[in-house]
């Protein structure tokens, strides 16, 4: 563990541990979970792409992912109920699946992609994660009262000539980013798990909205630590048994 | 007294016209009522008050500056949320202060666990007492009892006091008679 070969990918994974609960919190509370699922899809989708054409499939993930969070407002007249998400999803699946199959190298990453490969991250992963990540936590204590806000008490917040399209605009984007950026490291059900179960848990649980984010990360990376270490000690993919773990953490707690 | 509100012939509606023309003026310190049979498109006025409806003749003249409050009939999507009632108060800005007993106890306590009443209580005052120099209530006594409504009515008059031009639509006759220095009925076809 002490080892640079997984010391690296240990702390690439935990910056995405404190970062992906309390995100997927505000998804919640938007009742917009989906859309972890969506961007994550959209983010394989988009690095294989940029793989079979040549360039580095890490920014072609970000650049799809950030691209659905950016243009989602525009159709958002069409596409209401959360049906932009299921959208996005069948989208991005169909795509990767498709390049999977016809081409070898998009085959691999995909395997990657979907398994989960979190100890391939390497210094180049961790000096983006590390600054992204801190960067989001900062954007988003800047919108975590306006989503609130918004969310309680909508005409009010139109009516003090508060704008929305920052916030709602600003945490679409956000979320976009943060699931390709953890898409690359964790895999897409990694970052799910870790985006749905810890906010579930805590929606349920905590007696109020601090608490609730508190209790929401500590569930995110006490998993993310045991599911570290026993992948490891057992030689088995991080995504799937972070997954499993989680769902047992969430079988006990709710 | 500085007037806060000027109203003149006011048609308002959504898709079309469906209010009786309304002609009002509310000062600082003044609480107006605003009464009449259901159906008749009192929360449309207000609504238009708050810019939100569509204003299809007349006008609607603010005081420049002038902060709103709106509290509406939706009840606050809190349902599942672990939002506790002194968090709502901080997300509008206002204070705890003056709160009865019955609420002031249960201030901490997650919304969804609190009743019917007393979470409707704790979501007006989040908006009544947000800083705002005017206030616009849609029937604030729904599911409201007897000292609900009583402590609702003392402090729309404190909220007054300090300031507030407030205008509160209302179906309860006694509450508006005992909360408004001043009530305008609107009728179909009759805007005073």
Redesign the interface.
């Known amino acids: 563990m002490a080892s640079d070969l997984f010391l690296i990918p240990f702390l690439t994974g935990l910056c995405l541990a404190v970062l992906l609960p309390l995100l997927g919190a505000y998804l919640r509370?938007r009742d917009e979970w989906l859309a972890a699922l969506a961007y994550s899809h959209v983010a394989a989708a988009g690095a294989l792409l940029a793989l079979v054409g040549g360039f580095v499939p890490a920014i072609g993930g970000v650049a799809a992912a950030g691209l659905a969070g950016a243009s989602k407002r525009l159709f958002a007249g069409r596409l209401s109920g959360g049906a932009s998400y299921a959208l996005l999803l069948l989208g991005g699946w169909a795509v990767a699946v498709l390049l999977a199959a016809n081409q070898p190298m998009a085959e691999r990453l995909g395997h990657a992609l979907f398994d989960g490969q979190l100890y391939f991250a390497g210094p180049a992963q961790l000096s983006v994660v590390v600054p992204g990540g801190l960067l989001a936590l900062v954007v988003l204590r800047r919108l975590a009262?306006n989503l609130?806000?918004a969310?309680?008490?909508p005409?009010?917040f139109?009516?003090?000539g508060l704008r929305a399209w920052p916030t709602q605009s600003g945490f679409d984007l956000l979320a976009a980013l943060c699931l390709a950026l953890a898409t690359m490291n964790l895999g897409v059900m990694g970052a799910f798990a870790l985006v749905f179960i810890p906010p579930w848990l805590?929606?349920?649980?905590?007696?109020?909205?601090?608490?609730?984010l508190w209790l929401a990360l500590l569930i995110g990376v006490f998993g993310y630590v045991l599911a570290f270490g026993i992948a490891l000690g057992l030689d088995q993919p991080f995504g799937p048994v972070l997954a499993l773990l989680l769902i047992v953490i969430g079988l006990v707690i709710a | 007294m500085t007037s806060l509100l000027q109203v003149e012939a006011l048609v308002a509606g959504w898709q079309q016209p469906a209010t009786p023309p309304v002609n009002l003026s509310l000062a600082a310190g003044e609480i107006i009522g605003l009464t009449g049979p259901n159906g008749v498109g009192k929360s449309t006025v207000l609504a238009a008050l708050?810019?939100?409806a569509q204003v299809f003749a007349g006008r609607i003249v603010r005081q420049p500056g002038l902060?709103?409050?709106?509290q509406?009939q939706?009840v606050?999507?809190?349902d599942?949320?672990?939002?506790?009632g002194?968090?709502?108060l901080q997300?509008?800005g206002a204070s705890p202060q003056g709160l009865p007993p019955w609420l002031i106890d249960r201030l901490?306590?997650?919304l969804d666990r609190l009743s019917g009443g007393q979470r409707h209580y704790l979501a007006l005052w989040?908006?009544l007492h947000?800083p705002a120099d005017l206030v616009l209530l849609d029937e604030p006594t729904n599911n409201l009892d007897a000292a609900g409504v009583q402590h609702l009515t003392a402090h729309l008059h404190d909220r007054a006091r300090a300031g507030a031009g407030i205008v509160v639509v209302s179906h309860d006759a006694a509450f508006v008679e005992a909360a408004c220095d001043r009530v305008l009925r609107l009728e179909a076809g009759n805007g005073e």
Do not use: C, M
């Open positions: 509370l009262k609130l806000l969310h309680v008490y005409d009010f139109r009516i003090r805590a929606f349920r649980r905590a007696r109020n909205w601090r608490a609730g | 708050a810019g939100r902060r709103l409050a709106l509406t939706d606050p999507p809190v599942g949320l672990p939002l506790s002194r968090e709502l997300l509008t901490d306590q997650r989040a908006i947000a």
